[in-house]
């Protein structure tokens, strides 16, 4: 006899929104922050290993408490790595302002590279972000998902990078700050809008596909 189906019983977008938020602050948000606040008080080293040491401290707290550091954290710290090398390296501004670039450009790679792996990196991003349960994550359309996310934000951070880059050698320092901020806003605002837009579509074909009990409302409704 065939095994028993599992029904598919997921929680409605918005709980799963309000579990995102924090972890999209935490990795992504509040470290700019860091960075930003240190440097009114000190020079750009000092402000560097005071957003460094905060996501460092981050991802130790979690090993430390004996659990795993997520995926958007993991992000911040490469992202934080590279500026940090880049920084003792050099002193000249253009560079500690190119640090950014090529952490985004680090990212970019990693979502593209690891598309075509069973467990590419953007599918521990969306596990630190929305807890879905196994059988869910392996089911080939959300498989699928995760490939086309992948190549969505690497072509998003990728361009966020080449439009960085170029700003930053081709305009002042002020306007490549006040432009680039708003380019990259809209950018990934973009991607993110498609990303949930795309999430909540794939919800509702697996809620459709999959076998649910009597008087159970539709997922993603």
Known sequence: MSAPVTPLVLPRIGPLLRHAAPRVFESMI????????????ADAGVALGVAAAWVYGGVAWRLVKGGEAPGTLLLAAGTITVRVALAVATG??????????????????GFLLTAPLRRPL?????????????HVTEHPRMRRFFVRQSVLWGCAQLLNAVLSLWLLLSQSLQTYLVVRTSVVAVLLGGAALVSVLSF?????????LAPRPAGAEPLAA
Do not use: E, K
């Not at 253009?94 to 990212?107: D, E, H, K």
């Not at 521990?124 to 196994?134: G, I, N, Q, S, T």
């Not at 909540?200 to 459709?208: E, M, S, V």
């Open 30 to 41: 509040l470290p700019v922050l860091v960075f930003y606040v240190a440097l009114l008080f």
């Open 200 to 208: 909540r579509h794939c919800l509702r074909r697996l809620d459709d």
């Open 92 to 109: 000249n501004p253009i560079v500690f302002f190119l640090q950014p670039c090529l952490g985004v450009f680090c990212v970019s790679l």
């Open 122 to 134: 953007i599918r521990r991003v969306v596990a630190d972000l929305v807890p879905l349960p196994d």
